[in-house]
């Protein structure tokens, strides 16, 4: 069992949910409930039943990657868990989970949206409405790097704070 003196929050832990939860939410609610766009559904138009086959079986890539960061974060708690102390905050926890949600929409916004163009958010939108759904979810993963950025400095702050006041509470009487 390793010490944690300075009760470290496993910050990784938190981005490693987010980039998950990110994959999960894109995954589940954009690729499957509103079938908006497969993982290379530009390049594969989902229009015969062997184009939505290959499109399916990289959205399954897709979301093994995003279980495996699941998976990743859960690791990092539980080592974290078994330090000697570790300041547990939810500011902590959802600041970098945000973070690292927004991490996961800007690069792949970047990447697929962008620069491969392998798909676009919105596919059953007109070409020329499909830029302004892919430049939103730039924007949104953007805030979300915001506020958790904000959430995270937020329980930063507590956190040192607390700890500056537990050095006061324990000195001494009379000592520096």
Do not use: C
Request: hydrophobic residues 50%; without cysteine.
């Amino acid at each position: 069992m390793r010490s944690n003196p300075l009760g470290q929050f496993p910050v990784s832990a938190g981005v490693l949910f987010g980039l998950g939860l990110g994959g999960f939410f894109d995954g589940i609610v954009l690729h499957q409930l509103l079938q908006w766009h497969h993982m290379v559904s530009n390049w594969y138009p989902p229009t015969t039943v062997e184009n939505l086959r290959l499109n399916t079986l990289w959205d399954g890539i897709f979301h093994s990657v995003t279980y495996v960061f699941v998976v990743l974060a859960l690791h990092r708690l539980w080592r974290a868990a078994h330090r000697g102390h570790v300041y547990w905050s939810g500011k902590l926890i959802w600041g970098a989970a945000l973070v690292g949600w927004g991490v996961f929409n800007l690069v792949e916004g970047v990447i697929n949206h962008h620069l491969l163009g392998i798909h676009h958010v919105n596919e059953v939108v007109s070409l020329v409405h499909r830029p302004y759904w892919d430049t939103g979810f730039l924007i949104w993963g953007a805030v979300m790097v915001s506020a958790g950025g904000w959430l995270w400095a937020s329980g930063s702050r507590r956190h040192r704070e607390e700890a500056a006041g537990a050095r006061v509470v324990s000195a001494p009487i009379g000592g520096d």
